[in-house]
């Protein structure tokens, strides 16, 4: 059974810094998926990675992907307080045909002026 | 070309009364996922289904709670008897297939229902 984790769960940090937020996962996931939860919204996808190796960017965003590790990792780049928000990583799981997405448990961000 | 359509977004609803919730995946998807988030949590698996089909209903309780995607209409996650404890944000997703093809989920709303 998919087990996906995170950490941090809640961070705090301040305009202008880096910062990095883990993904591991239990076991076999073919995609590793992003998303950002502002409160009382829906979730927004900020990136797939299909493939061991595979990075991908977006702004300040950069997610990448260790499939041997069974790790992927969101890294924050000169943050800024639009990014605070919930961020979720999920894992794939399941037979072809009947997958469905396991999430983390979800990484609070507050970005401090 | 809308997004996944969920409703009511908010619902509130008495202890024992009937919840119906309610999604239109996105044009062109034909699998949909149900979710559900308790406050201060991440998102659950609840069922996914395809067109008239249930593929996966692991993640859904043993009582009370139904899910139907029928060949016309909307889905539908049906929460009969309705507890405080089902207090939640019902999340629906869509996707136009599971292969290398479908590799986005697009999210819904969400419905927000609370149990007084």
């Known amino acids: 059974e998919l087990k996906v984790e995170q950490n941090p769960l809640f961070l705090s940090m301040q305009e202008g810094k880096n910062y990095t937020i883990y993904c591991n996962y239990s076991?076999?996931?073919?995609?590793l998926y992003w998303y950002r939860q502002d409160p009382g919204k829906s979730l927004e996808s900020l990136f797939v990675?299909?493939?061991?190796?595979a990075v991908k960017q977006e702004g300040r965003l950069m997610a990448s992907l260790d499939t041997k590790a069974r790790l992927s990792t969101l890294h924050i780049t000169a943050a800024v307080h639009d990014l605070s928000a919930t961020y979720f990583c999920?894992?794939?799981?399941?037979?072809?045909?009947?997958?469905?997405?396991?999430f983390g448990q979800g990484t609070r961000l507050t970005i401090n002026p | 070309n809308a997004g996944v359509m969920q409703n009511p977004r908010h619902l509130v609803r008495r202890r024992g009364q009937e919840a119906r919730l309610r999604c239109s995946p996105m044009?062109?998807?034909?699998?949909v996922y149900w979710y559900r988030q308790l406050p201060e949590e991440g998102l659950k698996f609840m069922v996914y289904?395809?067109?008239?089909?249930?593929?996966?209903e692991s993640g859904m309780p043993k009582e009370r709670f139904s899910a139907e995607f029928p060949k016309e209409g909307p889905s539908i996650l049906r929460i009969q008897q309705v507890v405080r404890g089902d207090s939640a944000a019902y999340f629906c997703?869509?996707?136009?297939?599971?292969?290398?093809?479908?590799?986005?989920?697009?999210f819904g709303e969400g419905s927000w229902l609370t149990v007084v």
């Open positions: 044009k062109g998807h034909s699998h």
């Open positions: 999920a894992g794939r799981t399941g037979i072809q045909g009947a997958q469905k997405l396991v």
């Open positions: 076991t076999t996931s073919d995609r």
């Open positions: 997703a869509s996707s136009r297939s599971t292969g290398r093809s479908g590799n986005t989920i697009y």
């Open positions: 990675l299909l493939s061991n190796g």
């Open positions: 289904l395809q067109k008239e089909n249930i593929i996966d």
